[in-house]
């Protein structure tokens, strides 16, 4: 064998107990598991190298389900940020806005919407048009080496809207819906896992649910699954999650719900109520996962708090009605007084909005501050042209709790890499879960979480050979020790890389070995299994 792990505790993904064994693996997927005790007969494995793993565990790779790496990935050969926390499979194109399927117009203006997300792509050569072209740019990434981490695909329908009919809110034409299904079909035909939403971010929020269905109904055809970041957070949060089942529903779409979060002073100890709806829902029948990031703030762009109606046109219109008093004074009144459908129906508490990034480097000087008003927010968009990054702290410690405890929670770090303080939830978030939430406050079992983590989340993706500690799989593993793993990601030093997660393994290889990053790029692209 190529490499035998001796010795490891293995937490298998399932849920079941651990157990000691020795892990054998070869041309890289696992190739023998040989449990201690075994039967007399039954001989350890050997290997050209064998790696001690006396108070490790031996877990499969984590599946980040809700990742933006959709041009870090491409930048960054390293990307610790991920790799070191025992990322091996991250799910790109979320929140409906990302880089294919796109024409030249669509992809300038897909740019310009996320700058805030992935910088704005100029340091790149984006040469795709296509969900097809882009993954294979993903596996031909770095002179052909690939990428560190494997990575999925969702059909951004923000993306798509756009690319149809513009930034216009109203209902698609048929010739338009016409055009929409079909890019949806070809992303998913091409590869894609399913197709995304952001529905609190335009265009995409134009879309009436009669649109969705309809492009959920493609994606169903496809055995793809609808993720939705649904229309309110805030004060129609249940609302919100009900819209999308019964949509998802009616589509016969499994449907995936993105942050499952019950933010804002509205929400606060109320997800024992979204909990019920899902339940139901569950027991009725229909196909539903989530995704949570065990943190309470929320991460966002600065432009997404405003009403959907200030973005009517794209970015250059929101920048000349924030540049006109009197429509700046209506966004303002949405904002402050009615609470905007941007900043899910909750009027907006500056107090609670911090600065994490910001596209222009001579307003650095904000970073890490608090929002002092409306004056200042709206001459931070003029002056950083929408670029602007923020942490949004509007949760609640009892509501991530509750939520990570359900039957179909899986782990998202929902992590934005850009920004001179971004959301620690970026390079913290596997270890958050196994740290403080399983070994220091005990609110999942180390069993219970890595299920979570890994076989939950692969099934969802329908990988029939990823998830877990099996014969036959895919080597994408973890060892990590569990009464050291932390999280040291934190608000003042983000960045900070986590502890306790000496190796990671992506298809057999180490690209974290003895905690320190390998030169290994080992990702590729993961393409939708055909039905």
């Not at 992303?187 to 649910?209: H, I, K, N, R």
């Not at 399983?438 to 219970?448: Q, T």
């Amino acid at each position: 064998m190529e490499l035998v792990i001796r010795d490891a505790e293995v937490v298998d993904g399932s849920g079941g107990p651990s157990y000691r064994a020795d892990v054998a693996i070869d041309r890289g997927r696992i190739a023998a598991i040989v449990k201690e005790g075994a039967a007399a007969g039954c001989q350890r494995p050997t290997g050209r190298r064998v790696l001690d793993a006396e108070g490790l565990v031996l877990s499969p790779g984590f599946v980040d389900m809700h990742a933006h790496s959709d041009l870090a990935l491409l930048r960054d050969p390293d990307h610790s940020a991920k790799a070191a926390q025992g990322v091996t499979l991250e799910v790109l194109g979320q929140d409906g806005l990302s880089y294919a399927p796109v024409d030249d117009r669509t992809l300038a203006e897909v740019r310009r919407a996320v700058t805030g997300w992935n910088g704005d792509g100029s340091d790149l050569d984006l040469d795709w048009r296509t969900v097809g072209e882009y993954l294979d740019r993903l596996d031909g990434a770095h002179g052909g080496r690939g990428i560190a981490v494997n990575a999925a695909y969702l059909v951004p329908q923000g993306t798509v809207r756009m690319y149809a009919m513009g930034w216009e809110d109203r209902p698609a034409t048929e010739a338009e819906l016409d055009r929409m299904r079909r890019l949806v079909a070809e992303g998913l035909e091409q590869g894609a896992v399913g197709m995304s939403s952001g529905l609190t971010y335009t265009p995409g929020m134009y879309a009436p649910d009669a649109e969705l269905t309809e492009l959920c109904r493609v994606v169903a055809r496809y055995g793809g699954y609808y993720c939705p970041h649904h229309r309110s957070y805030g004060a129609g949060a249940l609302r919100a999650y009900a819209e999308m089942v019964a949509l998802a529903r009616e589509a016969g779409c499994p449907l995936h719900l993105a942050h499952a979060t019950m933010n804002f002073g509205v929400n606060e100890g109320r997800a024992p109520e979204l909990l019920a709806l899902l339940d139901e829902a569950l027991d009725a029948g229909a196909d539903i996962s989530l995704d949570t990031y065990p943190y309470t703030p929320g991460c966002t762009t600065l432009v997404a708090l405003l009403p959907g109606w200030a973005s009517e046109g794209g970015p250059e219109a929101v920048l000349a009605r924030l540049r006109d008093d009197t429509a700046a004074e209506r966004i303002r009144h949405h904002l402050e007084d009615l609470g905007s459908d941007g900043c899910h129906g909750v009027p907006v508490d500056w107090d609670t909005v911090e600065i994490s990034g910001v596209a222009d480097p001579a307003l650095a000087d904000h970073v890490g501050r608090r929002v002092d008003g409306w004056p200042t927010a709206r001459r931070l968009l003029i002056d950083d042209r929408l670029g602007t990054t923020i942490l949004q702290h509007v949760g609640h410690e009892e509501n991530v709790r509750a939520i990570m405890r359900h039957r179909v929670h899986t782990g998202g770090s929902d992590g934005i890499l850009q920004g001179l303080k971004p959301h620690p939830r970026a390079y913290g978030t596997f270890p958050e879960y196994l740290g403080r939430y399983v070994r220091d406050l005990g609110v999942l079992s180390l069993e219970e979480c890595v299920a979570h983590l890994t076989s939950r989340p692969a099934a969802r993706l329908r990988l029939p050979d990823r998830g877990l500690v099996r014969e036959h799989y895919r080597a994408d593993l973890v060892l990590f020790d569990p009464t050291t793993v932390a999280s040291n990601a934190t608000y003042p030093s983000p960045r900070t890389l986590p502890t306790g997660i000496p190796h990671v393994l992506v298809d057999g290889k180490f690209v974290i070995e003895d905690h320190t990053r390998t030169d290994t790029l080992a990702g590729r692209a993961i393409r939708r299994t055909p039905l």
